[in-house]
Structures are given as C-alpha cells and as structure tokens.
C-alpha cells in the first residue's frame, strides 16, 4: 500500500521527469474537480495528500532502501495541491470573483511556479532538501508549493490589477 502511495498510483514510474508528470496529473485532477464544483477539494486533497506522504514515505524508503527516489512523487502531489490550494481561495466568498482558477493563469501559473522552485530549490526549499529521510522528501516540495501558491497569487494581482485593465 505504501509503494502504491509513494508512487501515486504508478505515477512517479512515468518517464522522463515523474515529478513533472505527477504534477501535472495533479493539476488535471484539479481542474476537473474544480469544473465539478468541487474547489474544496483541491485543498482538502492537500491535507491528505501530506498525511499519506509522511505516512507512506518512511516505509517506501525502508524498504527500497534508498534516499529519495525519483519514483516517489507523492510529496509533488502535495506540494502542487498546496500551490493549487491559493488559487481556489476566491471561491470560498461568494463576493469576491473567481479571478484566480478560473481563468488559464489560475492552474498553468501555480503548475510552472511549483515545477520552478521544485527543480530550482530555493532559500527553504534547497535547507529541505538536505534534509535527511522522509522530512526531506516531503518538506521541500511543501515549501515549494507554499513559494508557487504565494507567487500565483501576487502574479494574479498585478495580471488583474495592472495588465487586463490596460486590455480591456
């Protein structure tokens, strides 16, 4: 069950790039939540996908017997629900339009932002990283997911707020 959940189903056997590939099918996870009407569960699926991965991982880890590999992609699952999460925050209040998700930005902006500071490693993420077991593995991609939700954020405030005025 761990390796199941590690691996996202298979998804971290995808080649080349598995954390690319489960983020992406993360985020067409998403997306098809949110068409459903089920925005909550972009970050309900965050909370449990981190729960599972510091449940998983561990055992993944002892029993492989490696560090981090590069089939273990359910902490990018967790990380790009949590970057995903800041998009879908608008839809939470009935007053405030659905500026974030629903436009392209909202799911492609987050997607490459995560992918960015996930490969990149910046600041906390890279001091994650080097961290060492199943804290590493799962800690690094959270504060990636954390850096790309902010980031998706502020972007959509100046795409909003600056640019479209100026192309409407």
Known sequence: MSRMVATFLGAGFLKPAPGTWASAV??????????????????????????????????????????????????????????????????????????????????????LLFRLFDIWKPWLVGRADRMEGAKGVMLDDLWAGLFAGVASVALAGVYHGLVQPWLG
């Open 26 to 111: 993360t985020v067409a996870l998403a997306v098809a939540a949110y068409q459903a009407g089920w925005a909550l569960a972009v970050p309900v699926g965050f909370v449990v996908a981190t729960m599972l991965g510091f449940w998983a991982v561990p055992q993944y880890l002892r029993a492989t017997g490696g560090e981090d590999p590069s089939e273990v992609v359910i902490d990018e699952v967790a990380g790009q629900l949590l970057a995903l999460s800041f998009t879908v925050i608008p839809l939470w209040r009935h007053d405030v339009p659905d500026l974030l998700f629903g436009a392209w930005p909202g799911w492609v902006a987050p997607f």
